[in-house]
């Protein structure tokens, strides 16, 4: 047997070892679901914001570095009406295949936010109807938000992180995601 097709037989042997059986939609048991979101789950009415409905201030791209970085993206963003706690803006911009990057802009004051620990997230083998309609690419469909809530539902993996893959719920304190329940889902056979 040539050499290629056995490396292709390998591949499809570990393929099938790491992603499992799928079924008629294409997932798999380590697919997060719908299923995966406890009754008891954070609701966004339990954490309400005022929504503002001043003028925009133009967002501060000098104080950091990541601001200066992305200064196309959050200009653009900080146009918008506020979608995210009240008075913040949450911005989001594709890095790269089922990768979101996450900002948040005050839009009252301009400050940016680029949230620790939340700067990105990556949504791979998520199931479609847990992500949310519209004009959206994959990624930031699994990105949660209110504009009259300060809860945020991150579905997949923050910054990459295999340990942090699941279901994430943050509250937005005015400065920073903390994150209140998390919900694992494996990715691996080895995360079991």
């Known amino acids: 047997m040539p050499r290629h097709a056995l490396a292709a037989i390998a591949l ?16 798999n048991e380590y697919t997060i679901r719908p299923s995966d979101i406890p009754v008891d789950a954070p609701r966004f009415e339990d954490y309400p914001a005022e929504v ?15 601001s200066r970085m992305f200064r196309t993206q959050l200009k653009r ?3 918008r009406k506020p979608n995210f706690a009240g008075r913040f803006i949450l911005a989001t911009w594709g890095c790269g295949l089922d990768c979101t990057q996450i900002a948040i802009i005050d839009a009252s004051t301009g400050k940016v936010y680029h949230p620790q620990g939340v700067k990105y997230n990556v949504a791979v083998n998520v199931d479609n109807t847990l992500l949310e309609p519209g004009d959206r690419w994959h990624a930031s469909g699994a990105i949660w938000y209110r504009t009259d809530s300060h809860l945020l539902v991150l579905i997949g993996m923050p910054e990459e992180r295999v340990r942090d893959r699941g279901i994430s719920y943050y509250v937005w ?18 995360d079991k």
């Open 12 to 27: 499809l042997l570990v393929s099938l070892r790491v992603f499992g059986a799928t079924d008629d939609g294409g997932y």
């Open 77 to 79: 963003w900080a146009k």
């Open 173 to 190: 304190d005015g400065a920073a995601l903390k994150r209140i329940r998390f919900i694992p889902k494996a990715w691996y056979p080895e």
């Open 52 to 66: 503002y409905s001043g003028s925009n201030a133009a967002p501060d791209l000098r104080s950091d570095p990541t």
